[in-house]
């Protein structure tokens, strides 16, 4: 079972790149397809309505599908490094010390 403060986060950050698409598509300074292509591939991880219209729009444009998919390998990779940095190799268990050796009692 995923855990739900990850679907949350990912549906509000779905959310937040669909609403800065929608702004950029009439504010010159954003990229407004950019943003709503980036925003419906979160959402499609979680919402299946968001799903079905991404695999509508791939069906569509096989070309653009080509560059999504060759940009999401690149930022998987990317985060991959990233995260690979931070995370540390487990502790080595400390050396267990050797018995004496005298007789036992």
């Not at 397809?33 to 991404?54: C, D, K, S, T």
């Not at 695999?55 to 995260?83: C, E, G, Y």
């Not at 940095?85 to 005298?102: A, E, Y």
């Amino acid at each position: 079972m995923k855990r739900p403060a990850a679907r949350l986060l990912k549906i509000v950050f779905g959310w937040a790149f669909i609403v800065l698409g929608v702004l950029g598509l009439f504010l010159p300074i954003l990229q407004g397809v950019l943003f709503l292509a980036i925003g419906l591939a979160i959402l499609a991880q979680e919402q299946p309505w968001a799903h079905r219209l991404l695999m509508r729009l791939r069906h569509r444009f096989p070309h653009a599908a080509h560059v999504l998919d060759d940009a999401r390998h690149k930022a998987q990779d990317w985060l991959h490094r990233i995260t690979a940095r931070r995370r540390r190799p487990p502790r080595p268990d400390p050396p267990t010390p050797d018995p004496p050796d005298g007789p036992r009692a």
